[in-house]
């Protein structure tokens, strides 16, 4: 833990924590985090959106236990470490966008010895959008947009068939259908 003090740059102190706490989880035999909602969007825009928590996934006995070693303190269902400056807010087992969302989890190697799992751009973008339209949240509709654009820079094709399944599930599919047409998404073949 001591290293994690020595990154001055949150985004990369906050990667590498997931990394640390992902290993120590699936160490002691627990399921691999999986990291959503803002820390997921600070990872793939390298910090272009940040945040001040990292919202996981993961065991709950495990996890509190981890965290308690760690001299994590818990307000609520955050727990925090004022040394690492680390706020972790956890927000249940897992996906409850169900196993295909579970299944198209990304993994991202950190170093040789250390990864991440984050939820994918889909969800992540219907995510957003429902963030959006249910709780009017217009940053979030921008930062949908953003998510579009990051699959194209991959050089990534957008699965346009599992996000109007997700959006017509979750009631946001003209919002989504606005979204991709403004960004060329059907057109463009992404």
């Known amino acids: 833990m001591e290293i994690l003090k020595k ?3 949150m985004v990369k102190r906050r990667a590498l924590f997931i990394a640390f706490f992902s290993k120590e989880v699936t160490k ?5 985090p999986i990291v959503v909602g803002g820390e997921a969007l600070e990872i793939y825009t390298q910090g272009g959106y940040t945040t001040g928590d990292i919202d996981i ?3 709950k006995e495990l996890s509190e236990q981890i965290l308690y070693e760690w001299n994590f303190i818990k307000k609520g269902r955050v727990w925090f470490n004022k040394d690492l400056d680390i706020y972790i807010d956890w927000l249940g087992e897992g996906l409850e966008e169900g196993r ?3 299944e198209r989890v990304n993994t991202i190697v950190i170093d040789e010895d250390f990864e991440i799992k984050v939820i994918s751009i889909e969800d992540l973008i219907i995510d957003r959008l429902n963030a959006s339209k249910w709780w009017s949240d217009s940053d979030s509709l921008m930062w ?3 998510l579009i654009e990051v699959k194209k820079r991959l050089d990534e094709k957008i699965d346009i068939a599992y ?4 959006g017509s599930a979750e009631g946001i599919e003209e919002l989504l259908n606005d979204v991709l047409n403004e960004m060329g998404a059907y057109n463009a073949g992404i």
Do not use: T, Y
Not at 28 to 32: D, N, P, T, W
């Open 144 to 146: 949908s947009k953003v």
């Open 7 to 9: 990154i001055d740059d």
């Open 28 to 32: 002691r035999g627990g399921s691999f």
């Open 163 to 166: 996000l109007k399944k997700r």
């Open 57 to 59: 996934k993961s065991p």
């Open 100 to 102: 295909e969302a579970e």
